[in-house]
């Protein structure tokens, strides 16, 4: 069984079990932004959902001429790179399916010391199919995307760096 709630609404929960569903949910999302200079950033704390078809989707932002990332899941599942977009403001698209349930730790590893520091974010997902049907990278301030089928799920990140600014949901998340 899965439990989801909606902002907003204190008292309204789902409980549901993910593959009797036609739908994908979203069962907890965190990020943290690392200032300091540090090769890694880590999302502590975080929980997988038990459930069928399970996936972790993590978005990362950082500076350096380095264009290189990985992650692990509690340092025993490493997640696939999906997309990453190298020009110096470097932002990836991770994911990884079938996740082991329980709480634990998203650790986030760069090629090299970031010295402007990085933001990352993950999603914990249950009803998701397995692997990436789609992967766009843009390298200017517009990009499109063609969906393989209505409702798809879609994550995105980028980078500014402060300018241009953007406005939207993404714009207090996974800022750098």
Not at 92 to 100: E, S
Request: charged share 10%; glycine share 10%.
């Amino acid at each position: 069984m899965a439990t989801v709630s909606y902002p907003g609404y204190q008292d309204l929960l789902l409980n549901f079990d993910p593959g009797d569903t036609g739908f994908v949910a979203v069962t907890a999302s965190a990020q943290a932004y690392q200032s300091a200079s540090s090769l890694t950033n880590t999302l502590t704390g975080f929980t997988v959902a038990s459930g069928s078809n399970r996936k972790l989707v993590l978005a990362a932002s950082w500076e350096s001429s380095n264009s290189g990332i990985s992650a692990t899941w509690n340092g025993t599942q490493n997640f696939t790179v999906a997309v990453n977009s190298a020009n110096g403001r470097n932002s990836a698209v991770l994911y990884l399916d079938d996740p082991t349930p329980g709480t634990g730790n998203i650790v986030v590893t760069f090629p090299v010391t970031l010295s402007n520091g990085s933001r990352v974010g993950a999603l914990s997902l249950v009803g998701a199919a397995r692997g990436v049907a789609r992967t766009s990278a843009a390298s200017g301030v517009s990009g499109s995307l063609a969906l393989p089928v209505d409702e798809s799920f879609v994550a995105g990140v980028y980078t500014s760096n402060g300018s241009p600014t953007i406005s939207g949901p993404f714009s207090s998340t996974l800022y750098n």
